[in-house]
């Protein structure tokens, strides 16, 4: 080897270990703020627990990480604080409903953020969304639902926004009654009769509520794929008549491969949101997460924050007469 090779390789060797310490050194003694959009003791907020216990030993400086709540609109005052005021410097993430990747595109929602800015982190887990009924209703599967109308109750957001689309795309007979505070509030009033089921529910938490082990049926299966876990189910995709039907599920329902997604602010140092990611996805290999999460019945399986972005720049990419139909049938404003 050449001695001006090697005076290289001894100067690339002296300049790399500040580079590869830089992140050590930012975060050593810092606490992080992990910004929950939503109350605290809901899935939500299990799942920020969760991970704040484990993420801080996997960031390079082993930072303390702390959850804040800051429920309200869905998520979507948490993601215009992180958007807005949050410090730009990585000390600040927010976890926030998968749906507002995609709500700016169909308006209705008081946000202040454009999705494709975030510095995406990852998220946890995805999971299929389900239309449950009560097991003494006549309703067994989504297609009793398009031959008579069934009572369901709504709290909002998907609760909300999935058997309308159901409604308008595919002729279901959903007649809606809003005004419920959260799921446990709709499990209580299909317990008590009030209602004959409710849409919006994800698989896992589903059995997590007790709502599994005939105590609800299962009507359609809601999300990209098929879940294994439901074979005799039906999805929603089969029940879609065009190409359009499918992009409008694909606009809707497509947020659910990436529930609870945490995103740092814009503005936060590249290299700062490379080793955040990187301390999130050694986080979700953690045998001791893992195992919190067994304990905690919730599902990890997580999905990289460059695929939440890609995500992201493919469904701003969906042609503007899709949104807009979402939109219309969601009585909402597309941007």
Same mark, same amino acid.
């Given at each position: 080897?050449?001695?001006?090779?090697?005076?290289?390789?001894?100067?690339?060797?002296?300049?790399?270990?500040?580079?590869?310490?830089?992140?050590?050194?930012?975060? =050593?003694?810092?606490?992080?703020?992990?910004?929950?959009?939503?109350?605290?003791?809901?899935?939500?907020?299990?799942?920020?627990?969760?991970?704040?216990?484990?993420?801080?030993?996997?960031?390079?400086?082993? *930072?303390?990480?702390?959850? =804040? /709540?800051?429920?309200?609109?869905?998520?979507?005052?948490?993601?215009?604080?992180? !958007? /807005?005021?949050?410090?730009?410097?990585?000390?600040?993430?927010?976890?926030?409903?998968?749906?507002?990747?995609?709500?700016?595109?169909?308006?209705?929602?008081?946000?202040?953020?454009?999705?494709?800015?975030?510095?995406?982190?990852?998220?946890?887990?995805? #999971?299929?969304?389900?239309?449950?009924?009560?097991?003494?209703?006549?309703?067994?599967?989504?297609?009793? &639902?398009?031959? =008579?109308?069934?009572?369901?109750?709504?709290?909002?957001?998907?609760? !909300?926004?999935?058997?309308?689309?159901?409604?308008?795309?595919?002729?279901?007979?959903?007649?809606?009654?809003?005004? !419920?505070?959260?799921? %446990? +509030?709709?499990?209580?009033?299909?317990? =008590?009769?009030?209602?004959?089921?409710?849409?919006? &529910?994800?698989?896992? $938490?589903?059995?997590?509520?007790?709502?599994? #082990?005939?105590?609800?049926?299962?009507? &359609?299966?809601?999300?990209?794929?098929?879940?294994?876990?439901?074979? /005799?189910? *039906?999805?929603?995709? #089969?029940?879609?008549? $065009?190409?359009?039907?499918?992009?409008?599920?694909?606009?809707?329902?497509?947020?659910?491969?990436?529930?609870?997604?945490?995103?740092?602010?814009?503005?936060?140092?590249?290299?700062?949101?490379? +080793?955040?990611?990187?301390?999130?996805?050694?986080?979700?290999?953690? *045998?001791?997460?893992?195992?919190?999460?067994?304990?905690?019945?919730?599902?990890?399986?997580?999905?990289?924050?460059?695929?939440?972005?890609?995500?992201?720049?493919?469904?701003? @990419?969906?042609? %503007?007469?899709?949104? %807009? @139909?979402?939109?219309?049938?969601?009585?909402?404003?597309?941007?």
């Amino acid at each position: 080897m050449k001695v001006g090779s090697r005076t290289a390789l001894v100067a690339l060797a002296v300049m790399l270990p500040p580079v590869a310490h830089a992140q050590d050194d930012f975060y =050593r003694g810092r606490t992080v703020s992990l910004v929950v959009g939503f109350n605290p003791g809901g899935g939500a907020d299990t799942y920020a627990r969760l991970i704040a216990r484990h993420i801080g030993k996997h960031i390079a400086g082993n *930072p303390t990480v702390v959850v =804040r /709540n800051m429920q309200g609109a869905g998520s979507v005052v948490a993601a215009n604080h992180i !958007y /807005n005021v949050s410090p730009k410097d990585g000390t600040e993430l927010g976890l926030f409903a998968g749906n507002i990747t995609i709500d700016p595109l169909m308006g209705g929602t008081q946000h202040k953020y454009d999705a494709r800015k975030f510095g995406w982190i990852g998220a946890p887990s995805s #999971d299929s969304n389900v239309c449950l009924s009560s097991p003494s209703s006549p309703f067994k599967t989504i297609d009793d &639902v398009i031959k =008579r109308e069934m009572i369901t109750g709504t709290s909002g957001t998907s609760t !909300y926004d999935f058997p309308v689309v159901m409604n308008n795309v595919i002729g279901a007979r959903f007649k809606l009654v809003k005004g !419920y505070g959260g799921s %446990a +509030a709709l499990r209580l009033a299909m317990e =008590r009769g009030e209602i004959e089921g409710f849409c919006g &529910v994800g698989y896992h $938490s589903m059995r997590t509520a007790g709502l599994a #082990d005939g105590k609800a049926n299962i009507l &359609v299966q809601v999300g990209l794929a098929r879940n294994p876990h439901m074979p /005799n189910v *039906p999805f929603i995709f #089969d029940y879609a008549k $065009s190409e359009q039907d499918r992009q409008i599920f694909r606009l809707v329902f497509g947020w659910l491969d990436l529930e609870r997604p945490i995103g740092a602010p814009p503005g936060v140092p590249e290299e700062r949101v490379r +080793a955040l990611r990187d301390g999130f996805d050694r986080a979700m290999k953690d *045998p001791g997460l893992l195992a919190d999460a067994e304990k905690a019945q919730v599902g990890i399986e997580p999905m990289s924050g460059s695929a939440i972005a890609a995500f992201v720049d493919d469904a701003y @990419r969906t042609p %503007a007469e899709v949104s %807009a @139909r979402a939109a219309q049938m969601l009585g909402r404003s597309a941007q």
